[in-house]
């Protein structure tokens, strides 16, 4: 089970952390990926980490402005989210796939477990 919090309503130009805790499974053989959801439109990756964290990904639409970091030992991944936009309001989803090599995996195609999902507003 992933359990994601720390959403909320913050101004434009300002900055939220997000993150996702596991439990009943470690993280450890586990790529995960961080995604959205705006009303309307369809689920889209934000930023993508590698099992041990040698490897990210991002999108333009996000990149310089979010960090995806994970703490194995803490089974525990985190979303530093800088620089928000309006267009960035949407529910914000974790999402984990078990996966041997040491590599990103984008895309929602694969991944196991998933978050129940956070809210983050950015207003104007």
């Known amino acids: 089970q992933l359990q994601a919090y720390g959403g909320g309503l913050v101004q434009a130009g300002g900055s939220l952390r997000l993150s996702c805790a596991a439990s009943?499974?470690?993280?450890?053989?586990?790529?995960i990926g961080w995604f959205r959801q705006a009303p309307g439109k369809e689920r889209e990756g934000v930023a993508y980490?590698?099992?041990?964290?040698?490897?990210?990904y991002y999108p333009d639409s996000v990149r310089g402005r979010f960090t995806i970091s994970r703490d194995n030992a803490k089974n525990t991944i985190y979303l530093q989210m800088n620089s928000l936009k309006r267009e960035d309001t949407a529910v914000y989803y974790c999402?984990?796939?078990?996966?041997?090599?040491?590599?990103?995996?984008?895309?929602?195609?694969?991944?196991?477990?998933w978050g129940q999902g956070t809210q983050v507003t950015v207003s104007s």
């Open positions: 999402a984990a796939r078990a996966i041997l090599k040491d590599a990103v995996v984008t895309g929602i195609t694969g991944y196991e477990y």
């Open positions: 980490i590698s099992r041990r964290g040698s490897s990210t």
């Open positions: 009943g499974f470690t993280l450890d053989y586990h790529a």
